[in-house]
Nanobody, 121 residues
């Protein structure tokens, strides 16, 4: 099986910073795109940022210039550095990865369990 485990969610004041991390483990042959999504109460889940295996990243307009996504292909990890946090960044952040399992010729999307980020004074 494949598992994604996130860490780093916390309570932070506006203007503060947090770093989220996600590690993929299991019978992994390769990982294509990795990304972070978030879902605030009463809202739909939205893409925050994603990054290809080649390091090409794109971001939601709402986080451009404040958040940075990075990945370590050797360790199967993806991180999200979040700076200048705002109240509206409060959400459950989930890691997503498009993974090809060992012995398989197809890929599938996997999700972590989510980590809570709360921006509050």
């Amino acid at each position: 099986q494949v598992q994604l485990v996130e860490s780093g969610g916390d309570l932070v004041q506006p203007g503060g910073s947090l770093r989220l991390s996600c590690a993929a483990s299991g019978r992994i042959a390769s990982i294509n795109v990795m990304g972070w999504y978030r879902q605030a109460p009463g809202k739909q889940r939205e893409l925050v940022a994603r990054i290809t295996s080649g390091g090409i990243a794109n971001y939601a307009d709402s986080v451009k210039g404040r958040f940075t996504i990075s990945r370590d292909n050797a360790k199967n990890t993806v991180s999200l550095q979040m700076n200048s946090l705002k109240f509206e960044d409060t959400a459950v952040y989930s890691c997503n990865a498009n993974i090809r399992r060992l012995g398989s010729s197809i890929t599938a999307d996997y999700w972590g369990q989510g980590t809570q980020v709360t921006v509050s004074s």
